[in-house]
């Protein structure tokens, strides 16, 4: 079992940049798949992005390629995402999730464990 917090939430300008963490503790964090999600008000919780256990490849939800960075180190049992090119649409709470799935995966139901989230909120 692991327990997630996320930190680095807040406000930003559009265009702005932002990096988020997200704590791990309990449980081997390099035997998990890290996953980002994202739930604006009124939609349904969406992927974001995911780093496998050993990092290097990753996967990203079209919507955000390009302009986030999925980032994981295990030695701090921490994975990050830096966002970029921020846009008012960007504007969610964000999520920190981890998996067991040894492949990258972006299904919600897929992530056992889940962080408290952080409040993303990007102005125009």
């Known amino acids: 079992q692991v327990q997630l917090a996320e930190s680095g939430g807040g406000l930003v300008q559009a265009g702005g940049s932002l990096r988020l963490s997200c704590a791990a503790s309990g449980g081997v964090f390099s035997s998990y798949t890290m996953g980002w999600f994202r739930q604006a008000p009124g939609k349904e919780r969406e992927f974001v992005a995911a780093?496998?256990?050993?990092?290097?490849?990753?996967r990203y939800a079209d919507s955000v390629k390009g302009r986030f960075t999925i980032s994981r180190d295990n030695a701090k049992n921490t994975v990050y995402l830096q966002m970029s090119s921020l846009k008012p649409e960007d504007t969610a709470i964000y999520y920190c999730?981890?998996?067991?799935?040894?492949?990258?995966?972006?299904?919600?139901?897929?992530?056992?464990?889940w962080g408290q989230g952080t409040q993303v909120t990007v102005s125009s």
């Open positions: 999730a981890a998996t067991t799935y040894y492949i990258l995966i972006n299904d919600v139901d897929k992530y056992n464990y």
């Open positions: 780093i496998p256990r050993s990092g290097g490849s990753t």
